[in-house]
């Protein structure tokens, strides 16, 4: 990239500013290594989405050139898309493709967030599950030197990876490898921070961890997830709250191949629609809702369905067949149901609870992952606790 030095120097600056006034950075250091740390030397390339003259939603790819118009869109506070399943993925024209993104360079004030929340310290050993570009690694580097080791499923990715961040300075020590199983060198950390999503906390991250050590993960709990802070205890225990940041991580995938993707039986026949107190819009439009509903209906999957006339709907929908459906126009106080149960009364029993609480928000939840693999979590103020069973 035939980029000036001193222009890209002051879009870094620019953004570290933008993400201290937002409060997603708080401290100094963190500060300063947003402002030093080439975000456009990890990712020179990437998808934005668009619709094209068919009316068809393709990735379009944009490449860095070291103009003062990409280095300002590679400093936006956006997540960048830099890689498509090549499974899914169909050229459309030279620049164009369809497909299911795998790997991208997150919100920078996602990741400052998150980088604050794990409170390093000097001489702290910190674990990264997912290196992805490698972004992250070197901010983690730019603050902690040579402490720092990350895991990633892909093999070209962490080498990718490797070959940049040395271009930019920094050797953490990379490894390729399922992240759900750690760090293949072993060995425990102080700090743990993970950029894709897991049903529950893996058994080797408490492996790797001691007592004092901090998780910060995204759980994927089905209908909702979010971003929790862990502390693990003597008794191996990994236990506190969901955080006041907000995002979602791709899952976590297995190996370079796989992109995890839950196999749901034929919707059971409709055993009726009724009217509900609770709309479809109610459950879209507030997060904490969705997060409190995921603990009233574990390994439950809340989509969009389209019907054919081109309605839409919110739907849920169970391993067993079970599944529930309301609009989200025209009669928005009615909801479709079929299967063993009748899911929608779960989610009208959370809606009373939620509100009867004062619409507590998410980092009002506690989460604890015990030494057995079992977990649970809690309404902090009052102890309210909802039993999260086991991954399938």
């Not at 892909?154 to 992240?179: F, H, I, K, M, S």
Request: hydrophobic letters at 40%.
């Amino acid at each position: 990239m035939n980029d000036s030095p001193d222009r890209a120097r002051s879009h870094r600056k620019a953004l570290a500013d933008q993400l201290t006034t937002a409060g997603a950075i708080r401290t100094r250091p963190w500060a300063d290594a947003f402002a030093d740390v080439p975000r456009h030397l990890f990712v020179p390339h990437w998808y934005e989405q668009e619709t094209d003259a068919r009316g068809i939603t393709v990735w379009r790819e944009r490449r860095a050139t070291g103009t003062d118009a990409d280095l300002a869109a590679v400093y936006r506070d956006r997540t960048l898309v830099t890689a498509l399943d090549p499974a899914t993925a169909e050229q459309v024209d030279e620049t164009a493709w369809t497909g299911i993104p795998t790997s991208s360079s997150t919100l920078p004030s996602l990741m400052a967030r998150m980088l604050e929340d794990l409170a390093v310290e000097d001489g702290h050993r910190v674990l990264e599950i997912g290196t992805g570009t490698g972004y992250n690694a070197a901010l983690l580097s730019r603050r902690l030197g040579g402490a720092v080791h990350s895991v990633d499923v892909d093999p070209g990715l962490v080498e990718t990876a490797r070959q940049r961040l040395a271009e930019a300075g920094y050797v953490p020590r990379l490894a390729a490898g399922n992240g759900s199983l750690g760090h293949p060198a072993g060995g425990t950390f102080d700090r743990i921070i993970a950029t894709c999503s897991v049903p529950a906390v893996p058994d080797a991250w408490l492996d790797h961890s001691k007592p004092g050590t901090l998780l910060v993960t995204d759980l994927d709990l089905g209908i909702e997830g979010g971003l929790v802070r862990l502390g693990v205890d003597d008794a191996r225990s990994a236990v506190g709250h969901f955080t006041a940041t907000c995002g979602r991580f791709m899952a976590a995938r297995t190996d370079a191949t796989s992109y995890p993707a839950p196999r749901w039986p034929d919707r059971a026949p409709t055993a009726g629609t009724r009217p509900t107190t609770v709309a479809a819009a109610d459950i879209r439009a507030d997060y904490p809702f969705r997060l409190l509903l995921a603990f009233h209906l574990p390994r439950t999957r809340l989509v969009h369905h389209i019907d054919e006339a081109g309605a839409m709907a919110l739907q849920l929908k169970r391993p067993d067949g079970s599944w529930a459906r309301a609009p989200l126009a025209d009669d928005p106080t009615t909801v479709t149901h079929g299967g063993v149960r009748d899911l929608w009364q779960q989610v009208e029993a959370a809606w009373q609870w939620w509100n009867d609480a004062g619409r507590p928000s998410q980092d009002r939840f506690g989460y604890a992952r015990e030494p057995d693999g079992s977990a649970y979590a809690w309404h902090i103020p009052d102890g309210t606790r909802w039993d999260l069973p086991a991954p399938v």
